[in-house]
């Protein structure tokens, strides 16, 4: 099923632990998580040595309030079945309001941290325009 496809994607090789946040991966249309054709060092909560190939990014939940003043009432969650080719843009102007103070402590929910974050979709979104998101927290 769907679901059982998009839970496999979570526990994928890197064998993550449970952290109290979001999950962001980027989709082909049979529920795949879509990957780059060379690792990549964008992270959030989870850091893999080496880099990864999978559109996929965890933060922290403490970010909520600030997706939902930039994104609206339902937060990060609005990316969900929104293509990269929409959801680029989107992440794009909402980082461009919020300020460039990244903490380095991530868990901060600092404009910045939660910028970085934002770009950091964006850039997934342009990766790869034919994905589909999808949001859980």
């Not at 994607?9 to 054709?37: E, F, S, V, W």
């Not at 937060?75 to 380095?104: C, F, Q, S, W």
């Not at 941290?113 to 998101?133: F, I």
């Amino acid at each position: 099923s769907d679901l059982n496809s998009r839970v496999a994607c979570l526990t994928n090789h890197r064998k993550k632990q449970p952290i109290m946040g979001y999950t962001a991966q980027l989709q082909d249309t049979a529920g795949n998580c879509l990957q780059t054709d060379t690792p990549h060092h964008m992270f959030g909560s989870m850091r893999t040595h080496g880099g990864t190939r999978e559109l996929e990014l965890d933060f922290t939940s403490n970010y909520a309030r600030l997706f939902a003043r930039v994104l609206g009432v339902g937060g990060i969650e609005n990316l969900n079945g929104m293509t990269g080719a929409d959801a680029g843009p989107v992440l794009e102007y909402a980082a461009r309001r919020l300020k460039d103070n990244p903490h380095p402590d991530h868990w901060k929910a600092t404009e910045g941290n939660v910028k970085t974050t934002l770009l950091q979709l964006a850039t997934m979104s342009r990766l790869r325009p034919d994905g589909v998101w999808w949001v859980h927290a």
